[in-house]
């Protein structure tokens, strides 16, 4: 039954009301087979097209994580420069996929778990920054390679286990904390 009236609908019983609200959802729905303009054709055409910018997108990315790791390099792990470099990798890690670099956003997230979950910063080691920010560096110059999934896989994971190692070691005494940093991820 469709209604051209917009206002809500109320029908008095004798034991209840029956109140019917507008139906005004119906206007923003397009049905099946109707010529609908297609939102998610039109995306992943804008982004077809920006596809040639990804690059030196991403070369500008790596640039802002090294100017991060150069300034924890000359000041320490400080609150700043710690936000600078969790932003830089974070960033990175959200973007790397949508640029076409899956590779480097693994060892980013992998750098984004060591800043997130060392309880002291003071505490991370500067050469396991400095291998995950080369690492990064080293992914986006050298994908023209022909082993370079194996080459980029090996990397991703050696880091990876490695801060797992030190996250263990750090946080040895939270094993609460723990069990979260490490639970299987509730999404397939």
């Known amino acids: 039954m469709s209604r051209r009236d917009t206002s809500a609908s109320v029908q008095t019983y004798a034991d209840h009301e029956v109140i019917t609200p507008p139906h005004a959802l119906r206007k923003a729905v ?103 920010v080369d690492a990064v560096r080293a992914i986006a110059r050298e994908r023209a390679r022909s082993d370079f999934a194996a080459l980029a896989g090996s990397l991703t994971r050696r880091l990876r286990d490695v801060t797992d190692e030190f996250l263990r070691r750090e946080n040895a005494g939270r094993p609460d904390y723990l069990e979260t940093i490490f639970a299987p991820a509730q999404v397939p």
């Not at 936000?83 to 960033?91: N, Q």
């Not at 590779?103 to 980013?108: D, L, M, N, P």
Request: proline share 3%; glycine share 6%.
């Open 30 to 132: 397009a049905l099946a087979g109707e010529t609908a303009d297609d939102s998610v054709a039109r995306a992943e055409a804008a982004l077809a097209q920006l596809s040639s910018e990804f690059a030196g997108w991403m070369d500008a990315e790596c640039e802002r994580l090294e100017a991060a790791r150069q300034e924890v390099k000359r000041l320490g792990l400080s609150k700043q420069t710690h936000v600078l470099l969790f932003r830089a990798a974070h960033d990175i890690k959200g973007d790397a996929a949508t640029f076409g670099y899956p590779e480097i956003g693994a060892v980013s997230a992998s750098l984004c778990r060591l800043l997130e979950h060392t309880p002291d910063m003071a505490r991370i080691p500067l050469a396991l920054v400095e291998q995950h």
